[in-house]
């Protein structure tokens, strides 16, 4: 094959360019938006001196729907469904922090079966959460779907059971403000019992094939590190955060829905690197179990939504209420003029705001390991852009 | 329990090292804009404020000035503060940026920037971050209007009308009511017909 004189000669010149100096010139790449590890339509792009990172800047968007500004024209009701898709893999913790917020500011007091059946779907959700965050983080780590695919079966069965409550797998829109929609099929208690029994095998299934594997101890321990004081200044939470060593959980903190009634321990990690991150979400997944098992056995009868109006108009006021989502502290700021619609929708996003040190934690470190550490942070898009 | 840090207390710890800069109203702390990051740091310092971690900032559009929203949370001491800080300006409105305090306040005060073109002075990186540059206007301002022929008193129209992409005439389309159980607007409803004539429904 030949080459023309002036393609040989810009080649040349390239080459020259970029062996001149100390050897190296920096190359940008771009991971993304169209990129199987940036978790949906994120672009990272950073720039390279070799293989080492040394700068990373994150460009989103993609997925902007403005869902704050179609809030501000609907009501409080229609708003729910809205919040489904904030956080897709969330749903659940989604829709409990908006109706919390929401229900402050009516001033709706929640009867405890609904309560009850809150706590158990979050933690449901949690855990199909975790899976996905767990199976995707192995596989940036380079075990090509085995761990994954085991992980989406228990992930499958969660949302089965989403789907025989509300009829939807994904994008729920299960939670009302005052309660939840429907009461709980007769189906779903010995389905979840089952659940329970078979979870603590599979558990221990994973954590034999992983937590000794000494190619994921090679590519997350070490990794992507943080230190606690950085942590809070950038204010990371959820499993982030915890993996540095900060218990805090708003399950523990700021307890709502009666989170204060049910026994758990919060798991914290020591070094706050990617395999911590890793060990933390596999911990909760276990602490999810142990607060349904709870659910279970004290289950209340009673009505599950209380009377709210359906165009409810809240008195003028605001209202901050938060939960701990799967991926972190979960808040909905709502600020009501006396309509049948918020004046203003604000959702405090867990993804966006754990992206804030991303930068701090890549630098230094491959461009193998901003992936894996991209992958530890597990973002979901839709709740980055909103 | 997370309990609510009281807002006088606050006043107080901030007011000791910059008189002036702090006042409560209805419960509510404001703060001055001028001297906004002092006051900030002052509370994140101070023994018995500890207010480590920012939890949430967000702006709301009051149209007559924007009212910049901040919960400050103490980790150790287990309480909240919500914070407002009020900028009259709509022409150009600034602030100074808390990205020195909070390292966690970048990538929310660029979100703030970009949907409501609120500017952080001494931001390292103020970028629009959801829009790309040039988007005409910033959405989460009320006189950003979200239809094409929405009409409200005294504000400009949709931005991307203009003369020969006009929508047909603005406020042509019937404001539909919510649900009938919600107030009927006065009068008759009109429905437009696709053929455009108009017939009257009850």
New interface residues.
Partial sequence: MTMSDDTRLAMQGTIEALTSGDGSEPVVVNLGPQHPSTHGVFRLKVTLDGEIVQDAEMRIGYLHRSMEKLAEERTYTQNIPFTDRIDYLAAMSNNLAYCLAAEELLGVEVPPRANAIRVMFAELQRVASHAMANGTFINDCGAWHTPLFHMFRDRERVLDMFEMTCGARLTTNYMRIGGVAFDLPDELLPTLEQFLADMPENIANYEALLLENEILHARARGIGVISPEMAINSSLSGPVLRATGVPWDLRKANPYCGYEDYEFDVPVGEQGDCFDRFLVRMAEVKESLKILRQVVDTLPDGPWLADVPLHARPDPGESYARVESPRGELGFYLVSDGGPAPYRFHCRPPSLINLTALKEMSIGGTLADAIVTLGSIDIVVGEIDR | ??SSYDATAAMEIVNASAPGAACVDDGVLFLDPERLVEAVRTLRDAEASDL?????L?A??HELHFEL?Y?LQS?DH?HIL?VKARVADREDPSLPSLTGV???????ER?VYD?FGIRFEGHPDLRR????DGFPGY??RKD?L?MPGQVRAGLPGFPHESEENAWPVPGSVPQRP??P??PQPEGELVVAEPDGESEESS
């Avoid at chain 2, 480590?52 to 949430?56: E, I, K, P, R």
């Avoid at chain 2, 390292?103 to 929310?108: C, P, T, Y």
């Fill in positions: 329990m997370t480590v971690f920012l939890s949430n967000t709301v559009d929203v919960h980790l287990n919500q909070y390292h966690g306040a970048h990538l929310q979100e949907l971050m959801f829009l790309w959405p989460l950003f979200q919510m649900h159980n919600d």
